[in-house]
């Protein structure tokens, strides 16, 4: 069964600086891994899809790498802002054609102080 | 598109109340799913649909929950009776076969007291 983690549970960092939140994964037959974005009382916010055959991903500040071998992603933001200030979560894809079932971690909680 | 539309978006129910939920999925999407959100247990895949059809609902946590898709751009998630412990977020999503990338509405949030 498939395990999906995020550590640490809660960060928070001066604003401007750059920063990594990491998420790891059990069973490295994903299809693909996608880093969603909620703020406080509202959905989620999709931010980055990476391919199992991708190694990185980019939009604006953000950089989303994956080393499927080793079971690991990470999502990069650089010059933090507090409007970055969110929960985020990793989930995976699993391999097999149609089988759309995301495994969630449980995320990471981002506090960007002024 | 408007996205993936939810309503209501907030519920207050009494314990014994039947709940439905309601979703609309972005046009032209294939798959649906309902996700369970807790404090305790992060979020759940409760069942998903493609092409209107349930295809996974081994998330669902007991008959007293209930979802249909009777057509492509409508599903609901009923419970029936409702338990104080039902109390959760649930939110809908929808994607595309040709690109599996979730978009997610904004939620529901039912409170069973």
């Known amino acids: 069964k498939q395990e999906v983690t995020q550590i640490p549970a809660a960060l928070s960092v001066p604003e401007g600086e750059n920063l990594v939140l990491n998420c790891s994964f059990t069973?490295?037959?994903?299809?693909?891994l996608q880093w969603f974005r909620q703020d406080p009382g509202k959905g989620l916010t999709s931010l980055l899809l990476i391919q199992s055959s991708q190694r990185e991903q980019t939009s604006g500040r953000l950089n989303a790498s994956l080393d499927k071998s080793s079971g690991r992603s990470t999502l990069y933001i650089a010059a933090s802002q507090p409007g970055d200030s969110a929960t985020y979560l990793c989930a995976v894809r699993p391999t097999n054609f149609g089988n759309e079932k995301l495994t969630f971690g449980t995320g990471t909680r981002l506090t960007i102080i002024p | 598109d408007a996205g993936v539309i939810q309503s209501p978006r907030h519920e207050v129910t009494e314990m014994g109340q039947e709940v439905t939920l309601r979703c609309k999925p972005i046009s032209g999407h294939d798959y649906l799913f309902w996700y369970r959100q807790t404090m305790m247990r992060g979020l759940e895949l409760l069942i998903y649909?493609?092409?209107?059809?349930?295809?996974?609902d081994s998330g669902m946590p007991e008959d007293r929950f209930s979802a249909k898709m009777p057509n492509a751009s409508f599903s609901t998630l009923k419970i029936q009776p409702s338990e104080p412990r039902d109390s959760a977020v649930y939110f809908c999503?929808?994607?595309?076969?040709?690109?599996?990338?979730?978009?997610f509405g904004q939620g529901t949030r039912l409170t069973v007291v």
């Open positions: 999503a929808s994607s595309i076969m040709a690109r599996p990338e979730a978009f």
């Open positions: 069973d490295s037959a994903i299809y693909n």
């Open positions: 649909f493609n092409n209107n059809v349930p295809i996974d």
